[in-house]
């Protein structure tokens, strides 16, 4: 190759578009509207979480200044989360909220494989039939008053059990989970039954292990539904001392019930200092756990191939 013909192969390669993932890059003005959308979005996504988190640290007069909503406090102080952790209707109805969550949480993991797994096997007994009924409560609801008078009959008015039970069972993640366990192959668990394992055994040792990546969604949208649930206390619940965190946190800031008198201490916090604070520990818990169930969400499942 000559020098000149070289040297017209380097500038055609070079007037070439670039490609990102087979596509040719964008424009960088496009490029820089791209930018300033998603900056918006972010900002208007993390904006009123920092208001929510600094008007809980700031006092009377920094939120009068602002008109109720500070972005930025000048003094930050704790003295809202100290006044709501030293005892009261706020600590007691974390300790209820946190133990609804595990229960009910890992029990509806349970149910739901259980369900699933025997509705993935095509020989079960009575396979069909319990199908259509998950599906049918996919269309067909009770509505409030039979529920209400199904928990009367069972007694669990003012049972905690009555924020648990109902629902326990999610028809559209008993079908995601019954999908998964059907991809996995059919040379696996004919293996299994070959070396003498039993369904429970299978069930066990192969599908819960292979499911990690589902049961941990299953199990964090079962987490943030019973976490921050309030309708089923609001119907079931008349002890206050019984009431979640959820129906606290509406009690206090969506119908702007005053908050002090059941607070220990001579100094009481400003009302909306009180309020925020309470708002950000209700969301504080499902923040922690999703970092820890983030991988699988990402990485899911991968079953090996099966040799032959």
Known sequence: MTLASRSRSVRRTA????????????????????????LICCAA?????IGVISTSLADQDQITKAGGYVLWPSHPSFDAYAAIFRGGAVTRATL????ITLVGSLLSMAVVALLAYSLSRPGSFGHRPLLMLVLITMLFNAGMIPN???????????????????????????????AFFMEVPRE???????DGAG????????????????LAVVGLFQAVAYWSAFFNALLYINDP??????????TYVVDNTAIGTDLPGEVVPPQQSLQMAILVVSLVPICLVYPFLQKHFAKGVVVGAVKG
């Open 148 to 178: 209400y008078l199904l928990i009367k009959q069972l007694g669990l008015i003012d049972s905690w059990w009555a924020l648990i039970l109902p629902p326990v069972v999610s028809a559209f993640q008993v079908i995601i989970v019954r």
């Open 45 to 49: 996504v993390a904006i009123p979480f």
């Open 96 to 99: 209820v909220s946190i133990g």
């Open 241 to 250: 001392d019984k009431w979640p965190l959820s129906l606290v946190l509406r």
């Open 15 to 38: 007037n070439k578009p670039k490609l990102v993932n087979g596509a040719p890059a964008p424009n960088p003005v496009v490029r820089a509207l791209k930018g300033i959308v998603l």
């Open 199 to 214: 369904e429970l055994q299978i069930l066990t040792r192969i599908m819960l292990p292979l499911s990690k990546a589902v």
């Open 188 to 194: 696996i668990i004919d293996a299994a039954r070959i």
